[in-house]
Nanobody, 127 residues
């Protein structure tokens, strides 16, 4: 059974940094496209950062480019998201997601492109 378990997150002031981690079990993470989505209250879930199965290709939402970095360690079955220069609008529930296959939606990723989801971890950014 596929399981994605997020950790990290928390509360930080604007301008600060946080990192979130996703531990993957149930399959070899290197065989799937993976990514991070976030959802703020009363807003739709949006793709923040996506990374190809080998880690060579990435997608970032325009709002986080230059501030967030997605990476993966396939040997450790772990996905990471480093978030720097955080803004209040970055707050929300952050979800780890894995696609059903190697192919990666590296342009305008949608939640429906991904098959497996973690339970989420909260990020709060105060102004």
């Amino acid at each position: 059974q596929v399981q994605l378990v997020e950790s990290g997150g928390g509360s930080v002031q604007a301008g600060g940094s946080l990192s979130v981690t996703c531990a993957v079990s149930g399959y070899t993470s290197g065989s799937r496209c993976m990514g991070w989505f976030r959802q703020a209250p009363n807003k739709e879930r949006e793709g923040v950062a996506i990374i190809s199965h080998g880690g060579r290709s990435t997608y970032y939402a325009d709002s986080v480019k230059g501030r967030f970095t997605v990476s993966r360690d396939n040997a450790q079955n772990t996905l990471y998201l480093q978030m720097n220069w955080l803004k209040p609008d970055d707050g929300g529930m952050y979800y780890c997601a894995a696609g059903p296959r190697i192919a990666c939606p590296l342009a305008n990723p949608r939640p429906s492109d991904f098959l497996s989801w973690g339970q989420g971890t909260m990020v709060t950014v105060s102004s």
